[in-house]
């Protein structure tokens, strides 16, 4: 299509465009009817008026159903790795995380590009091409927004551990005059400037632990705890307008926390938390983190030679903590006849989808069908690609063979694509 021709096709679907208010669930990880992602062949499409995202195919069911034809889409792909590339010493006694053991891990390429369906009319982004300011600013805010996938991984990470502290709702903050600043804060005591720590009694701001490596901070904010029994303190940096994912630790419980009273105590401060942006890792992410990329899996069954298996009912599902219990019994009940043919020989993921309600994420027959196709077609279990056959431990068969287990459907991927 000429570029005139399809420029004015996207601008006469602008109504169809809507930029991301901050209560928008925004989906960018995985298509809500299939497992496919951006490292999948055909990429993921986010629908830019409802923020959806889907599979190339699902991409054209929904534009059938809904008549929304604008998408952001997400590419990854993967990046070949020279096979001299240097290996970095590691700081920390960690696997595949930031200063820890380099678990060879494949590194990809994003491409983004806002593609008007059906016939799959394509800008590139960013570009100067594209005409529509809105067009811009929806597709900004759709990469800039905190995934719902990820922020839902979180609430399951964290559902059973954060409690309300007993001593957040008889706090006795003191009033010595203490206005805290928006930003550019520091320790009290030393030159730290991150992993910083606000005592919610008398407004100190004091650094987070050392690690046991000499990274992280000089333990001023326990140290303050120890000698003023002041219980509460929120990690600066965590604080938004959703007050509820700011990092609330109380010493006396030794436990991240709930503070049902955060907003007046902040404002004690002087603290508008509207306005505060998220610039540091909440210690629940962190954790979150480091699960995911620290591979239980692969250590499972090492030095055990296991003939990798393939094909419809081969599949096996992540892990996300101890999830693997409510994955083995996703496996069992989706081994017996009266699952797979409800949720797959007789549902199509296709008819699932036309009849499910707008928001497919909540409808409960859809997501079983999502998981049952998942599960027993054999898209997502395929022979690791020929690139892999050298490794010497491939993490793929080993996932394979042992059907492990969790939230998300595992595609056919080896050690150096997890
Ligand atoms: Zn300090």
Not at 213 to 221: I, S, Y
Not at 270 to 282: N, R, V
Not at 298 to 319: A, W
Request: hydrophobic share 35%; with cysteine.
């Amino acid at each position: 299509m000429e570029t005139a021709n399809a420029q004015e096709l996207l601008r006469s679907n602008l109504s169809r465009v809507r930029i991301p208010e901050p209560t928008n669930r925004v989906y960018k990880s995985e298509c809500c009817v299939s497992f496919d992602n951006p490292r999948s062949e055909g990429g993921l499409y986010i629908d830019m008026n409802t923020f959806l995202a889907f599979g190339k195919d699902c991409a054209g069911w929904n534009y059938e159903k809904t008549g929304n034809p604008v998408y952001l889409h997400i590419k990854q792909t993967r990046k070949l790795i020279p096979e001299d590339r240097p290996s970095k010493k590691p700081t920390l006694l960690a696997i595949g995380i930031e200063g820890g053991f380099d678990n060879n891990e494949a590194e990809y390429e994003v491409t983004y590009s806002i593609v008007v369906l059906p016939g799959h009319v394509t800008f590139p982004f960013p570009s100067v091409e594209l005409p529509e300011k809105v067009v811009r600013l929806a597709a900004d805010a759709i990469l800039r927004a905190e995934g719902a996938e990820r922020k839902e991984q979180l609430a399951a990470w964290t559902a059973d551990t954060k409690k309300v502290s007993a001593h957040a709702m008889d706090l006795k903050q003191i009033n010595n005059g203490v206005v805290i600043p928006p930003s550019g804060w520091k320790c009290v005591k030393c030159e730290k400037r991150d992993n910083l720590w606000l005592n919610l009694t008398d407004g100190f701001i004091l650094c987070g632990r050392r690690n046991w490596d000499g990274t992280g901070g000089n333990n001023h904010a326990i140290d303050h705890y120890k000698e003023t029994g002041h219980p509460l303190a929120v990690k600066l940096g965590t604080i938004t307008s959703d007050l509820e994912a700011a990092d609330v630790f109380s010493y006396p419980e030794d436990d991240s926390v709930l503070d049902p009273l955060l907003a007046q105590h902040l404002s004690f401060f002087g603290i508008d938390f509207s306005s505060l942006k998220k610039t540091e890792m909440t210690t629940a992410e962190r954790e979150l983190d480091q699960n995911i990329n620290f591979d239980w899996n692969r250590i499972q069954e090492s030095g055990q030679d296991l003939e990798p298996i393939f094909g419809p009912g081969y599949t096996g599902l992540v892990n996300l903590g101890n999830s693997c219990y409510m994955a083995a019994t996703m496996q069992v009940v989706f081994s017996t006849q009266s699952f797979s043919s409800r949720y797959y020989k007789n549902q199509a993921l296709k008819l699932a989808f036309e009849t499910a309600p707008s928001d497919p994420t909540v409808d409960l027959n859809m997501q079983l069908t999502k998981l049952g196709h998942g599960l027993l077609s054999g898209k997502y279990s395929v022979p690791a690609p020929e690139v892999c056959e050298i490794e010497a431990i491939c993490h793929f068969k080993i996932l394979e063979t042992r059907r492990i287990t969790s939230s998300h459907v595992q595609s056919g991927r080896c050690c150096k694509s997890s």
